[in-house]
């Protein structure tokens, strides 16, 4: 129930707040969708979005995109950040309202100019498809100050590109590496391929098939690019050691 923020909204009482959090996380939609409601139609702008996201995704109610466009657009029109990042998804996704990725584009940014790490995030992202590396950079870094992996793994690939930046391999790395230990299997599978390959770290090719075998079980369908000419390279006791390797916790994201 990812749209429910866990944070507390304006205007509500912290208690019916956090009843309805409770209620919701044990499967009581009923309970947490009749405290909610309240607060929405009182003009709580973050219970109108988490009723949103029950008829997004079904919870307590059936599954009804228009009611949710519905509840969000008053969400986001009171200025509250989730609400418009939500909203913008619907947009981006043409989910109960019509595909339109310049109004997604709009609403993202009121919310990220609020700090809204996941709008930056996205917002980075169409920037670079769009092409517009440096406006995709300055998202990514704000979204990667708050912990986004997947922003780190961004200017990692802009750093080892040279899109709109000069081409740094070690700043790629120091990138991915936090990316990489926070979870982020593409940035594990870019990790894996500088590991074989030597470029802006030290060459190991049974660290490389570690970081890549946690890619690829994580979902990264890079690893699957670089596993054959890094497993060419290694005996089959350098693969077992990297597969244990690759079975063990993650460092911690200052570790190498």
């Known amino acids: 129930m990812g749209w429910v923020d866990r944070l507390l909204p304006r205007r ?41 996201a029950c008829f997004s995704g079904g919870y307590g109610v059936e599954e009804n995109p228009e009611l949710a466009a519905k509840w969000l657009k008053l969400s986001a029109a009171s200025g509250d950040p989730v609400g418009q990042r939500n909203l913008a998804t619907l947009h981006f996704r043409g989910e109960g309202v019509t595909q339109d990725d310049g109004e997604a584009m709009r609403l993202y940014l009121l919310a990220a100019e609020q700090g809204d790490a996941i709008a930056q995030d996205m917002l980075s992202w169409m920037h670079a498809e769009q092409g517009d590396f440096a406006a995709a950079r300055d998202f990514a870094e704000k979204a990667a100050a708050q912990g986004v992996a997947a922003s780190m793994t961004r200017l990692g690939n802009l750093y080892h590109d040279a899109l ?25 599978a870019m990790l894996g391929a500088a590991r074989l390959t030597g470029s802006g770290i030290e060459r190991d090719p049974v660290d490389a098939l570690a970081w890549l075998l946690r890619a690829r079980d994580g979902g990264s369908k890079l690893a699957a690019n670089f596993i054959p000419a890094t497993h060419e390279a290694l005996s089959p006791q350098e693969r077992e050691e990297a597969a244990r390797r690759a079975a063990q916790p993650l460092p911690g994201p200052d570790q190498p």
Not at 36 to 46: H, T, V
Not at 174 to 186: I, T
């Open 164 to 188: 709109g930046v000069p081409r740094d391999p070690e700043a790629a790395i120091s990138w991915w590496q936090k990316a990489a230990a926070l979870g982020d299997a593409d940035a594990q």
């Open 12 to 52: 509500a009482q912290p208690d019916e707040m956090a009843q309805a959090l409770v209620a919701a996380k044990s499967g009581d939609y009923a309970t947490a969708l009749a405290i909610w409601e309240k607060l929405a139609r009182a003009g709580n702008p973050r219970a109108q979005n988490n009723i949103a």
